[in-house]
Structures are given as C-alpha cells and as structure tokens.
C-alpha cells in the first residue's frame, strides 16, 4: 500500500489548506481510485461496523452554483478533488471510518499530494449528494486531495498557528502504565516507543489530541481511551473524537505491522479507574 516506511510517512504527513488548481494527473489518478477500493483492507473496527464505501469527488464537474456552495468558508482553496465516504451508522463506524479515511491521507503523502482532515467545513448535504447517500448513511468527514501551492496563504498560517498545528502534548498526558495515576516514559515503553510516537504526531480536530493510552505492568497490553471535554468552549469538539481515535489507531497498527510487531485488536475493556471524561475504546493485545 505503501512505497515507503509509514513512519516516515506519519512524520511527513500535515495538512495543507492551499492548492495549485491542477487535476490529478491521469496516472495519479488511477493510483488513488485504486486505494478508494479498499480491497482486503479492513481496520480493527471493521467486523463491528457496516461498510464504508469512498469515491473520488471532482469540483470541475459541479455546475456554477454548487461550486459556490461547497462550504469550505474559504478553508481550502485551489483544490479540485475531495475524497469523500459514506458509512451506514452502526457500532464504532466513526472509528472505522477515521481510521480507513487516515490511511488513505497517508497513501495520498506517500505520493506527494497533499490532504487535510474536514470534518465541519464543508456542505455536508452537497457532498451526500454527489456521493449519492442512502438514507442510512452519512459523511463523517472527507478530505481535499491534490497538488500543493508553493506557500500556505495568510489564513492558512493563522489558523495553524491559532490550533497550534505543530504542537504535541508531551508523552506524560498521553500515555499511561497500569492506570491514569502513572505516566509511562519512554523509556519504558521500550519497542512500543516509536508505536506510541506515531500516536502522538496523529492529526486531530482542532488539535485536541483526545486519545489515552494506558500499558500494562509487565504486559506488552494497551488500552486505547477517547477524552470527551466538558468545557463548553471546546465541547464542539466532542464530536469529532470518535474519528480522532481511528486516527491514532490507524498510526498504531500500520507502524506495529511495519516494525513487525505482533498483537490482535480485542473489546476487553479493563478494570482502571478513570474520569468521567474517558471513554473505553478497545485494546491491543501483544501475542
């Protein structure tokens, strides 16, 4: 899927808001919609979620009026493709769906194009449309695909500095050993170190970072958490985490396949005390 190492891929990955107005060439082209297929590709959630289907939305071909009503709000210009999904909703589709639109951002780095998570910014009802929504699915999110411009425009630099774009929590409020009482360095995360990185330089909503790790004692065992905030500032965010995790998940277990780690994805949520904040999600058992 990949022609080079997804770590290096994770670390190259960033959003890009600003494009040449160039389509896709013919060949590029055939490579993406190649990906969209997802043949024997599933994520950890897919058993429990419905089907997720993308295709490969081109802006030439809406008429004047729909293109004035994309609704990216001057979020993203210059581009001329999106690759938008649909999913049924069900069990875990919003993870299953993060984690299967991630991968395909990351297949579109590793061949030079550029991408950014939208999951507000864009006319929801039009792009149902155009991907022809049943009436049991929606459109969590999707993304703008296509060639970057040279420079990121003034608002797109202000809103990356505004969401801190290139900001990382630090490893002690993310990751955890035992319960949440208990950072886990990572030192001791020993060859789970680079896994856990890949976590850490995920993208996510407003950059809100929600995603919890806690490790076993003496086990190679993570429990994966979603944050939920109860501050009304950023509680419009709360939507979006359920997406965000997938992310975070999709970087775990790409990097884990890579490093030929070995370990299989279970719903055995454990016995920690935790806040009213966190939301069990699944675990990774190392075999």
């Not at 919003?94 to 991408?115: K, P």
């Amino acid at each position: 899927m990949f022609s080079k190492s997804i770590i290096d891929i994770i670390k190259e990955r960033t959003s890009w808001r600003t494009y040449t107005n160039k389509l896709l060439e013919d060949d590029t082209k055939e490579k993406i919609l190649q990906i969209l297929q997802l043949k024997d590709f599933k994520s950890p959630f897919s058993g429990n979620a419905e089907k997720c289907r993308f295709e490969l939305i081109s802006v030439p071909e809406f008429d004047p009026e729909e293109k004035k009503k994309i609704g990216t709000y001057g979020i993203i210009k210059g581009a001329q493709e999106f690759i938008v999904g649909a999913t049924e909703k069900a069990d875990y589709y919003r993870e299953d769906y993060g984690y299967l639109l991630e991968a395909m951002i990351l297949s579109a780095t590793d061949l030079g194009l550029g991408t950014c998570w939208l999951g507000g910014f864009f006319n929801k009802s039009l792009f149902s449309t155009k991907i022809n929504c049943q009436t049991n699915e929606i459109v969590p999110a999707i993304t703008p695909i296509g060639y970057q411009a040279e420079k990121r425009r003034k608002s797109e630099k202000y809103i990356r500095s505004f969401i801190k774009a290139d900001v990382r929590y630090s490893w002690d409020k993310l990751f955890f050993e035992t319960d949440f009482s208990s950072s886990l360095s990572q030192k001791k995360a020993g060859k789970y170190e680079t896994l856990l990185e890949m976590i850490r330089l995920g993208p996510s909503a407003g950059n809100k970072q929600p995603w919890r790790v806690v490790k076993e004692e003496d086990k190679d065992n993570f429990h994966f958490y979603v944050k939920f905030t109860k501050n009304l500032k950023n509680k419009i965010y709360n939507q979006f985490v359920r997406l965000d995790i997938g992310i975070a998940i999709c970087h775990f277990d790409l990097t884990a396949q890579e490093v030929g780690l070995k370990g299989k994805w279970e719903f055995v949520e454990p016995k920690i005390r935790k806040s009213d904040e966190l939301a069990y999600v699944i675990s990774w058992i190392s075999e």
